[in-house]
């Protein structure tokens, strides 16, 4: 549970910070996404039990297909590298709008007791593929059995053709109908009758051999920036934070507001003490498909989702990797966390809880304070109210996933407030 001191923690954090933030904050011009408000169903946010085998996506339904997929083929020998990289190539399918070859992909990836992050991305906008040239890295440096074209021949030959639209996808496409109407293609792959794929309907199974060969043929190291830089933040020598997004900009109260909110298909794999855990996104500026397949053609050079690694200095074997999305401002959210007290939390429960914590963001234009009224409590909104501020209601801000690790648990997090699954086997 949560405790009194840690409430009182955060609303002196709001109230010493306001008059900070409202000489440091970059200009906005869109609200945060407006969903209306459910008490969210009781679905399980962490695996209780400890898990040798675990997957974290949108849709259970496509991480028992994978599960199974992987059961039905161990005679292929696959090792770690090439789960990874097999899980990456069905998210394309699954995610066609976030998870397509011309996405950006960051990720962590532990492996051999060794834990790496990588940022992937094209140097321009033209159409190149830097996913399949992130899963293409992975296989190489962390040994797979397979290249990637031998992986996509697998898929393209005995994969089921079982792809699941997600609750977030269809919303994607709901949202794009008109657009999506008036192009012959994307309309007949994602329409029908009236209306567009609804959740849980079936995607069409894309082969993926042709790209893979294509991309095999024409890359050019050249075309793609691969980065393995974080930020470093240390909050009073009791934690340190590597993250994508520089939190000492937010210690001086400069905030990193986007124009729009920021999207991205998380996913991640784990296998014994092996760590895989993913974002990928892109701008899609046009609603076209890549070479006629179902993937959305976008560019890769648009603001990332935040994504951090925290360790204790005092706790070795203790450490978080957090990813925020689904927000105009992700790295606030994380920033945030580490204010309320990130490092005394030393159970998965305890991590579980300020998950599901009441979120807050400032934004500007007009300057307010952006609060998920839903989810505080009667203190808390009387604290609020003494601030010279406007305060607006959201009903969700952002979505946080992770990956906890101590010496008694360890497993994937996801976060309540939207549609996500576990596979803990």
């Not at 492996?111 to 040239?133: A, G, I, M, Q, W």
């Not at 959305?296 to 050079?301: T, V």
């Not at 934004?363 to 989810?375: A, G, N, Q, W, Y």
Request: proline fraction near 3%.
């Amino acid at each position: 549970m949560i405790t009194n001191n840690f409430f009182a923690f955060i609303f002196l954090f709001i109230l010493s910070g306001c008059s900070l933030f409202i000489n440091g904050i970059d200009d906005d011009i869109l609200n945060e996404e407006a969903e209306s408000y459910k008490r969210p169903k009781e679905v399980a946010t962490f695996c209780k039990k400890p898990s040798s085998f675990s997957l974290m996506s949108e849709n259970n339904r496509n991480q028992k297909i994978f599960k199974s997929f992987l059961e039905e083929n161990k005679s292929k020998k696959f090792t770690y590298a090439d789960k990874v990289a097999l899980w990456s190539l069905v998210q394309m399918n699954i995610r066609p709008d976030l998870s397509s070859p011309s996405s950006k992909m960051q990720f962590f990836i532990k492996v051999n007791n060794r834990t790496h992050f990588y940022h992937v991305y094209s140097k321009d906008k033209s159409s190149s593929s830097p996913y399949l040239h992130a899963l293409d890295l992975v296989l190489k440096k962390y040994r797979g059995n397979h290249s990637l074209l031998d992986l996509a021949k697998i898929i393209d030959n005995h994969y089921p053709n079982q792809f699941y639209v997600t609750k977030r996808f269809a919303e994607f496409l709901s949202s794009n109908k008109n657009k999506i109407s008036q192009s012959k293609q994307l309309k007949r792959l994602y329409i029908r009758g009236d209306e567009t794929l609804k959740r849980n309907e079936r995607i069409r199974k894309q082969r993926i051999t042709t790209l893979v060969s294509h991309y095999l043929r024409t890359k050019n190291k050249a075309n793609y920036a691969v980065s393995n830089y974080l930020f470093s933040y240390k909050r009073n020598n009791h934690i340190n934070a590597e993250c994508n997004y520089d939190m000492g900009l937010y210690s001086s109260s400069i905030y990193l507001i986007h124009k729009k909110v920021i999207k991205s298909n998380s996913f991640g794999l784990r296998y014994d003490n092996n760590l895989f855990m993913a974002d990928s996104t892109q701008a899609l500026n046009k609603l076209t498909t890549v070479n006629k397949t179902i993937y959305f053609n976008g560019e890769s050079q648009t603001r990332s989702p935040a994504m951090c690694k925290f360790s204790l200095p005092l706790n070795k074997s203790w450490y978080l990797w957090l990813m925020s999305s689904q927000s105009r401002d992700p790295g606030q959210h994380l920033f945030h966390l580490i204010e309320y007290g990130l490092q005394d939390m030393n159970k998965i429960s305890q991590i579980d809880s300020l998950l599901r914590f009441s979120r807050h963001l400032f934004l500007k234009s007009p300057i307010r304070l952006i609060l998920e009224s839903e989810r505080s409590n009667q203190t808390q909104l009387n604290e609020l109210l003494k601030l010279n501020m406007p305060i607006y209601n959201a009903d969700k801000l952002a979505r946080i996933w992770g990956q906890y690790n101590s010496k008694k648990e360890k497993s994937f997090l996801i976060d309540q407030r939207r549609q996500g699954n576990l596979t803990c086997r």
